[in-house]
T-cell receptor, first 112, second 115 residues
């Protein structure tokens, strides 16, 4: 399974943008980049995914480097409810079971 | 229901006791996964079902762990002769179809404490 590297923790202030980085230098051409987050005492929650182009949805934006060796999850205006552990995960094209391989993730703290 | 439901929410077991953890996936979801999450760690894959077929059980840590999904909907994870190292949150996730375009929906988990 392709490996991702994320900072252990980050801190930001409420109502400010947050940029969460992820390095995946061994990504293959068919790997999708997925982001999940896990709020306290909850299961992980899907946030966003992409392959090559930048992606936007109601929760966040995903910026993917041109060489695809890194990506950044962008929360445009953080709220206290965004405090969570954020996981960057690589998923290959479907070939049978598609288990998610979680790393340690980035623990995001939001200051009021 | 609207989400993945897991029960019980908390379970305390004496060492050596057998436990059964239940997962009710979203109705119609084909894929079902079990994960184990130790304190401070990311979830780790245990096993995967496609409908009633268990297609991957490579993550089960020992033969004390057993999972089933007999009718392709509800799943049960059973742990026999529990040990202290089994203490963790057990997460269930389901998905409508296989494929990278669909996110998985996780339940809130069952926190198992073995004393």
């Amino acid at each position: 399974d392709a490996k991702t590297t994320q900072p252990n923790s980050m801190e930001s202030n409420e109502e400010e943008p947050v940029h969460l980085p992820c390095n995946h230098s061994t990504i293959s051409g068919t790997d999708y980049i997925h982001w999940y987050r896990q709020l306290p005492s909850q299961g992980p929650e899907y946030v966003i995914h992409g392959l090559t182009s930048n992606v936007n949805n109601r929760m966040a934006s995903l910026a993917i480097a041109e060489d695809r060796k890194s990506s950044t999850l962008i929360l445009h205006r953080a709220t206290l409810r965004d405090a969570a552990v954020y996981y960057c995960i690589l998923r290959p094209l479907p070939q049978g079971a598609q288990k998610l391989v979680f790393g340690q993730g980035t623990r995001l703290t939001i200051n009021p | 229901g609207a989400g993945v439901s897991q029960s019980p929410r908390y379970k305390v077991a004496k060492r050596g006791q057998d436990v059964a953890l239940r997962c009710d996936p979203i109705s119609g979801h084909v894929s079902l996964f079990w994960y184990q999450q130790a304190l401070g760690q990311g979830p780790e894959f245990l096993t995967y079902f496609q409908n009633e077929a268990q297609l991957d059980k490579s993550g089960l840590p020992s033969d004390r762990f057993f999972a089933e999904r007999p009718e392709g909907s509800v799943s049960t994870l059973k742990i026999q002769r529990t040990q202290q190292e089994d203490s963790a949150v057990y997460l269930c996730a389901s998905s409508l179809v296989l494929g990278t375009d669909y996110g998985y929906t996780f339940g809130s988990g069952t926190r198992l404490t073995v004393v």
